[in-house]
């Protein structure tokens, strides 16, 4: 039973265009969610974050939006830039974020020049 | 801030043996650990987590006798994997949380290969 859902295994964009990566749960107890860039062999680089008394949180060209009631949040990259390519996790976690991470299967996004 | 460092980035070992990765949080106080393996276009499997100075808890069907986890201080906690064998090898990385925030901060990972 997977809590955390990415349904999209890739992704692919233009350099320069918004790159939207979904992900869904299904744990209403979760509320904190991150997000996760990771390269192949090695670990994944914390992104960004947002907890479930918000709806939105930016930080840069990053952006995660949360809908709560549709339990589904996503990830926007704008503007897109090749080295943005990579995959990227999102994980959830409730008690404010203080249990364990749980992962999505990623979605591999690649952007092109 | 925040960085994670896993030591060693890969490892070959022969079957029988046992290998001890290593992973320490260099600029924060970590007080949850938590360790991981990835297989091939798979999603990050949590194994166990560990916090400072108590036994760690393992997730359903990860043997805890093979995969030995010691958090012995705030900033370093060992995998020691026993008696390995080809199907462990494998993706391990660990990630450190700090009381501070819920993030958890990875390190680079660790490969292993069981010949």
């Known amino acids: 039973d997977q809590q955390v859902k990415q349904n999209s295994p890739s992704l692919s964009v233009q350099e320069g265009r918004i790159s939207i990566l979904n992900c869904d749960y299904t744990?209403?107890?979760?509320?904190?969610f991150l997000w996760y860039k990771k390269y192949p062999a090695e670990g994944p680089t914390f992104l960004i974050s947002?907890?479930?008394?918000?709806d939105k949180n930016e930080d840069g060209r990053f952006t995660v939006f949360l809908n709560k009631s549709a339990k589904h949040l996503s990830l926007h990259i704008v503007p897109s830039q090749p080295g943005d390519s990579a995959v990227y996790f999102c994980?959830?976690?409730?008690?404010?974020?203080?249990?364990?991470?749980?992962f999505g299967k990623g979605t591999k996004l690649t952007v092109n020049p | 801030g925040a960085v994670v460092s896993q030591h060693p980035s890969w490892v070959i070992c022969k079957s029988g043996t046992s290998v001890k990765i290593e992973c320490r949080s260099l600029?924060?106080?970590?007080?949850?650990m938590f360790w991981y393996r990835q297989f091939p276009k798979q999603s990050l499997m949590l194994m166990a987590t560990?916090?400072?100075?108590?036994?760690?808890?393992?997730e359903q069907g990860v043997e805890k006798d093979k995969f030995l986890i010691n958090h012995a201080s705030l900033t370093l906690s060992t995998l020691t994997v026993t008696s390995a064998h080809p199907e462990d090898s494998s993706f391990y990385i660990c990630?450190?949380?700090?009381?501070?925030?819920?993030?958890?901060?990875f390190g680079q990972g660790t490969r292993l290969t069981v010949v």
């Open positions: 990630s450190a949380r700090a009381d501070r925030g819920p993030e958890a901060f």
């Open positions: 744990n209403s107890m979760f509320d904190y």
């Open positions: 947002i907890s479930s008394i918000k």
């Open positions: 994980a959830a976690s409730s008690k404010g974020g203080s249990e364990k991470l749980v």
């Open positions: 600029d924060f106080q970590a007080t949850t």
């Open positions: 560990s916090n400072e100075g108590s036994k760690a808890t393992y």
